[in-house]
């Protein structure tokens, strides 16, 4: 087990950003330096407490799925090592967490694919009947397996806010107000690419004891408007991942996320607002045994 992360001290590269869990830095015009830090974020509120190994296992598993599913589309990938961009007393932090990327244009939507009834599309459904304006067959149950998968997009939330889901015309507009004319055909693409992305990933996690109940994907475009995948790709903080032989249809599965830090902060008396409490360190370390058991169920590796 690696020293906790929390943030990033690298005074070699100039600072683009910190997110929620990423420290980003400007390599050069066309290069960053993605680092994926331990932090932990419930409820939009990025927690005190780091999670051990957290970055390294998001890391480790986009990087398994960006080799697994790179013949499906480009992703933002250099192949450059981290470790060669930064000082040598700066190695440690970047080890086993960072990713060298390419500068792309992002496409302003979070291209979420569902392929099963759980979180706000449970929510959405029992409200409406559907999910992102798509009617889905009445009577179905918490955790259903859909027909097919189905794309829902979703807004890109700032800082302390939340992610909105939207209908497939208003994921549209977007795109076509961030990216001109084209913006429509590169939603178009980014939407089967997504479908294809998630199908192919969640038969593969399958045949590991994994359902694949829904995933968040985000797609860049380069300067000739060819489009990539970029960002963090099937992690267990942008999937919701079910063990298979726990799962069944009416109830919400045990997930292999931060799920139990939530469940733990429910039982809060805590407005969910900034600053977030402190954990207990067997939420901690239960947390983080979660994080290694769904790299390990994925890919059949463990961390260095």
């Given at each position: 087990m690696s020293t906790p992360l929390f943030e990033t001290s690298i005074k070699s590269l100039p600072l683009v950003g910190r997110g929620k869990v990423r420290d980003i830095y400007a390599v050069s015009d066309d290069k960053l330096l993605i680092v994926t830090s331990d932090r932990l974020s419930a409820f939009d509120v990025i927690l005190p407490d780091p999670i051990p190994d957290k970055g390294r296992v998001l890391t480790a598993t986009a990087s398994f799925w960006f080799a697994r599913l790179a013949h499906v589309i480009p992703n933002q990938l250099?192949?450059?090592?981290?470790?060669?961009?930064?000082?040598?007393?700066?190695?440690?932090?970047?080890?086993?967490?960072?990713?060298?990327?390419?500068?792309?244009?992002?496409?302003?939507?979070?291209?979420?694919?569902?392929?099963?009834l759980a979180g706000s599309g449970w929510k959405d459904y029992r409200a409406t009947g559907t999910v992102c304006g798509i009617a889905l067959p009445p009577g179905l149950r918490q955790a259903a397996k859909l027909p097919q998968?189905?794309?829902?997009?979703?807004?890109?939330?700032?800082?302390?806010?939340?992610?909105?889901?939207?209908?497939?015309?208003?994921?549209?507009?977007?795109c076509i107000a961030a990216l001109g004319a084209n913006g429509a055909a590169l939603m178009d693409e980014a939407c089967a690419a997504a479908i294809r992305l998630y199908t192919e990933a969640a038969d593969d996690a399958a045949t590991r004891g994994?359902?694949?109940?829904?995933?968040?994907?985000?797609?860049?475009?380069?300067?000739?408007?060819?489009?990539?995948?970029?960002?963090?790709?099937?992690?267990?903080?942008?999937?919701?991942?079910?063990?298979?032989?726990e799962y069944r249809e009416g109830i919400s599965p045990p997930s292999f996320?931060?799920?139990?830090?939530?469940?733990?902060?429910?039982?809060?008396?805590?407005n969910k607002k900034a600053p977030g409490p402190h954990l207990p360190p067997d939420v901690i370390a239960h947390t983080a045994d979660k994080y290694r058991e769904a790299y390990f169920r994925l890919t059949g590796h463990t961390l260095a």
């Open positions: 250099t192949g450059i090592d981290p470790e060669s961009v930064v000082a040598p007393e700066e190695r440690d932090q970047v080890r086993d967490r960072a990713l060298v990327v390419a500068r792309l244009k992002t496409l302003p939507i979070e291209a979420v694919v569902r392929g099963y998968p189905i794309f829902t997009p979703s807004t890109k939330a700032e800082a302390g806010q939340h992610d909105e889901n939207v209908s497939f015309e208003i994921a549209r507009e977007r994994i359902v694949i109940a829904d995933t968040k994907f985000e797609f860049g475009v380069d300067e000739s408007g060819k489009l990539h995948l970029i960002d963090e790709v099937l992690t267990p903080d942008s999937s919701r991942f079910w063990p298979a032989d996320d931060k799920q139990y830090v939530r469940d733990y902060l429910e039982t809060l008396i805590w």
